[in-house]
C-alpha cells in the first residue's frame, strides 16, 4: 500500500477553480498529471458586451433632445471557445492562491458563495482530504461535479456530486470555522 499523500487538495483545487473562474468555464475535465502539475480541458462561454458608438455631436438644441430620445442599442457577442491541455503548475496554483488569499482577506467576512467553481472544487478538494484520497480524474458538465479518486485501499473510486450534495459539504464545513469574537459590552447595558 502506497503512503497517504501530503497533497492538501483544498487549497490546490480552490486554486485552479479560481484561475478556472476568470476564464467563465461552464465545463471542464481536470486530469492530474502529478502532485504538482494539472492538466484542465473544457469549454469557456464569454460574453462581451458592444456598446453602440456615441452619436455625433449636434449643432442645434432640438436634435440633442432627438438623439437622447431613442434607446442606445447594445449587442452581445458569444465568444465560446473549447480549450484543452491548459497546464496548472505547482508554482501557478501558489500565485493563485496568494492572489486568492489577498482577494478574501480584503472583502468583508461574508462567507463564500457556495456556487462559486472555485467553491466547489474546495469542496472536492476538502471531500478528497477528509477521505485521504487521491485525485484521478474530474469532471464538471451540467452541474454535475464526477470525481474519480483512488482510496486508502488504493482501489479507484467514482463519486457524483449534484449542486444539492455540495451545498452539503458547504454547510458542514462552514459550521466548523472559527467563531467570530464577540464584543463584549461597553458602559452600562
Known amino acids: ?19 478556472l473562474e476568470k476564464l467563465d468555464v461552464n465545463s471542464f475535465d481536470l486530469l492530474e498529471a502529478s502532485d504538482t502539475e494539472f ?9 462581451k458586451t458592444l456598446h453602440a458608438p456615441e452619436p455625433s455631436p449636434k449643432k442645434s438644441f432640438l436634435s440633442f433632445f432627438r438623439s437622447h430620445d431613442k434607446p442606445k442599442t447594445t449587442r452581445t457577442s458569444d465568444l465560446g471557445f473549447n480549450f484543452v491541455g491548459l497546464r ?3 508554482s501557478d496554483i ?3 492562491d496568494q492572489k486568492g488569499k489577498v ?3 480584503s472583502g468583508d467576512s461574508c462567507p463564500p458563495n457556495p456556487q462559486s467553481l472555485s467553491h466547489i472544487l474546495r469542496m472536492t478538494g476538502t471531500y478528497l482530504d477528509y477521505h485521504g484520497s487521491r485525485l484521478s480524474r474530474l469532471s464538471w458538465h451540467q452541474q454535475i ?13 467514482k463519486d457524483v456530486f449534484t449542486p444539492l450534495n455540495l451545498y452539503d459539504q458547504w ?10 469574537r464577540v464584543l463584549k459590552p461597553t458602559g452600562s447595558d
Not at 500500500?1 to 484561475?19: D, H
Open 1 to 19: 500500500m502506497k503512503p497517504e499523500s501530503t497533497v492538501c487538495y483544498e487549497n490546490i483545487l480552490r486554486a485552479i477553480g479560481q484561475g
Open 39 to 47: 492538466v484542465v480541458g473544457g469549454e469557456c462561454n464569454k460574453t
Open 88 to 90: 496548472f503548475t505547482g
Open 94 to 96: 501558489e500565485l493563485l
Open 103 to 105: 482577494l478574501r482577506s
Open 145 to 157: 461535479l464526477t470525481l474519480w479518486h483512488i482510496n486508502r485501499r488504493n482501489v479507484e473510486a
Open 171 to 180: 454547510v458542514h464545513q462552514f459550521k466548523k470555522r472559527k467563531q467570530l
